[in-house]
C-alpha cells in the first residue's frame, strides 16, 4: 500500500507538470525578447525579459473592446444557457410528462446530427441574426449534455420534498424555484462552469457570423493575431500602434496569457463544486 501510495503521487506530480508545462512555457515567451523566442531558447524561464509587448496590448483600445465582448458573450450566453438547460431538465425529469419520450429523443437526436456550416449559415441570417451578438450567444446556448446531466440529477432529488411542498401550496414554478434551484448547486455550478468555458472560448461562430471588428470577441482577436504571426505583423500589433519585430513575435503569448486568466481565477472557486456536481448528476442512486 505505502509503494502504491507513493506511485501514485510520483505519477500525477509527472501528469501535473506535462500539463502545466505549456502554460508556463507560454507566460515564460510573454516575458521574453523576441530574439530568444525565435532561437528556441525560452522554455519556463524569460530569457531577455521585457514588458513592452504587455504595455502594447493593454494600452491597445480594440483589446479591450474585443475584452469586453467576451466578457458579454459569455456572461449573457450562460445566463441564457442555464435557464434553458435548468428548465427543459426539470420538466424531462418528470416521468408523468405527456410526450417525454419524445422530447428526449429530440434533443439526443441533435448530438448525433446536424444540419452543418452551410444551413446554418443560412438560417442564422435568414434570421437577422448576422453580425449580433445573438449569432455568437443562441447557437450555443443548449447543450445536450449538460441537459441530460442535469436532467439526471433532478430525477435523484427526492419526491417527497416536493410532494410536501405541492401540499403546501406551492406550484410547479414554486417548488422549481425554491425547493429544486436551492438544492442543486453543485450541478448548476458545474454547468455554469462548462458554459463559461464554452463561451469564453468560442471563436469560430464569432469567425463565421460576424464581419464588424468591433463585434469580435477576444478569442476571435487572438486568432487574427496568430494568423498574421508568419508575416510579422499580426492584426494586435498593428492596432496596437507597433511595428517592432519585438511585439510580433511574442504578442501571440501576451495575449494568450491575458486571455486565459480570467478563466484560471474563476475555476478555483468552482472546483469543488465539479465532482460532485458530474458525479450527481451522472449517477443515478
Known amino acids: ?33 523576441a530574439a530568444a523566442i525565435r532561437s528556441g531558447l525560452v522554455s519556463i524561464v524569460p530569457v531577455g525579459f521585457n514588458v513592452d509587448t504587455y504595455v502594447a496590448v493593454l494600452t491597445n ?16 450566453g450562460t445566463a441564457l444557457a442555464m435557464v434553458l438547460t435548468t428548465s427543459y431538465a426539470y420538466v424531462l425529469s418528470k416521468k408523468h410528462l405527456k410526450g417525454r419520450g419524445a422530447l428526449i429523443g429530440i434533443a439526443v437526436f441533435t448530438m448525433f446530427f446536424n444540419g452543418g456550416i452551410v444551413p446554418n449559415y443560412v438560417l442564422l441570417s435568414a434570421l437577422g441574426m448576422k453580425n449580433t451578438i445573438w449569432a455568437v450567444v443562441v447557437p450555443g446556448a443548449l447543450s445536450v449534455f449538460n441537459l441530460l446531466v442535469m436532467k439526471s440529477f433532478f430525477e435523484n432529488l427526492p419526491v417527497e420534498m416536493e410532494e410536501a411542498a405541492q401540499i403546501d401550496g406551492l406550484g410547479w414554478y414554486g417548488i422549481f424555484f425554491r425547493i429544486v434551484l436551492p438544492l442543486s448547486k453543485a450541478v448548476i455550478a458545474t454547468m455554469v462552469l462548462f458554459y463559461s468555458v464554452q463561451y469564453w472560448n468560442d471563436w469560430f461562430g464569432a469567425f463565421l457570423y460576424l464581419n464588424k471588428s468591433e463585434l469580435f470577441p477576444i478569442t476571435l482577436y487572438l486568432r487574427n493575431m496568430i494568423a498574421g504571426a508568419s508575416n510579422a505583423a499580426s492584426e494586435g500589433a498593428a492596432a496596437a500602434g507597433s511595428t517592432s519585430t519585438q511585439i510580433a513575435a511574442n504578442i501571440q503569448a501576451v495575449t494568450m496569457t491575458l486571455t486565459v486568466v480570467p478563466i484560471l481565477c474563476v475555476y478555483p472557486f468552482v472546483q ?10 451522472s449517477v443515478k442512486g
Do not use: E, H, K
Open 1 to 33: 500500500m505505502r509503494a502504491f501510495q507513493v506511485f501514485n503521487a510520483c505519477f500525477m506530480v509527472v501528469l501535473c507538470a506535462v500539463m502545466l508545462y505549456p502554460f508556463v512555457m507560454v507566460l515564460a515567451q510573454s516575458f521574453s525578447s
Open 61 to 76: 483600445g480594440t483589446f479591450w473592446r474585443n475584452y469586453g465582448n467576451t466578457v458579454l458573450y459569455t456572461v449573457l
Open 272 to 281: 469543488r463544486y465539479f465532482v460532485t456536481g458530474v458525479m450527481l448528476g
